[in-house]
Structure formats: structure tokens, C-alpha cells
Nanobody
Framework: HVQLVESGGGSVQAGGSLRLACTSSDDIDDGYCMGWFRQAPGKKREAVAAVNSDGTTDYDDSVKGRFTITKDNAAKTLYLQMNGLKPEDTAMYYC?????????????????WGQGTQVTVS
């Protein structure tokens, strides 16, 4: 059972940056897909960025050019660098993992979830 712990959330002004980190209890090698999701109050959880088992990455259109997802297998950590933050980026951000060879994107694709970290942009 993979355990994920997010960190790095906080409150920033519009235009600022944050880097989220998600540390895994298990190895997250090439056999895993991992992703960052967010959920604002009253809204559905949505995918923000994902790294597939082959290392390719996908981004939601709303964050392309501003957010970067990276995975450090040795550190068992997934990162999300967020630049140019906007008030509409305000949400609880979750890390997720799935043991799967291929591409994953939707929340229902992922089996393991962290507890979330709050990002507030004013």
C-alpha cells in the first residue's frame, strides 16, 4: 500500500510561485503513473498535471506554461513547480499514484492518494 504525503502549500499573492512536493513510502519507478490534482470548494476534483510511466507529461490547458511536474525516483518524490499563480489556482492540491504501464489522467484512474495541501492565491 503506497502512502503519499504532500507538502509545500501556502498563501501567496497573484504572480507568485510555490513548489509542492509529494513523498512516497514506496519506490515510484517507471512502473508508476503519478499526478497532481486540485479541488476547489463546491467543484469536482480535476487533474492538473501527470507524469506517465514512460516519463511523458500531460498538463491541463489552464496551467500549461506555468506549472511543471517532475519526478525524482531516487528521492521517491513528485514535485509540482507552480509559477505565475492566479486566484483561480486556489484549491486543495492532491498527489496521486497508480501502478500502471501507460498513461493516466482522470482521478478514477488512480489508486493511491495523499491527504492534500492547501494553496491560496490572493
Amino acid at each position: 500500500h503506497v502512502q503519499l504525503v504532500e507538502s509545500g502549500g501556502g498563501s501567496v499573492q497573484a504572480g507568485g510561485s510555490l513548489r509542492l512536493a509529494c513523498t512516497s513510502s514506496d519506490d515510484i519507478d517507471d512502473g508508476y503513473c503519478m499526478g497532481w490534482f486540485r479541488q476547489a470548494p463546491g467543484k469536482k476534483r480535476e487533474a492538473v498535471a501527470a507524469v506517465n510511466s514512460d516519463g511523458t507529461t500531460d498538463y491541463d490547458d489552464s496551467v500549461k506554461g506555468r506549472f511543471t511536474i517532475t519526478k525524482d525516483n531516487a528521492a521517491k518524490t513528485l514535485y509540482l513547480q507552480m509559477n505565475g499563480l492566479k486566484p483561480e489556482d486556489t484549491a486543495m492540491y492532491y498527489c496521486a499514484a497508480r501502478r500502471y504501464l501507460g498513461r493516466s489522467w482522470y482521478p478514477s484512474d488512480f489508486a493511491y492518494w495523499g491527504q492534500g495541501t492547501q494553496v491560496t492565491v490572493s
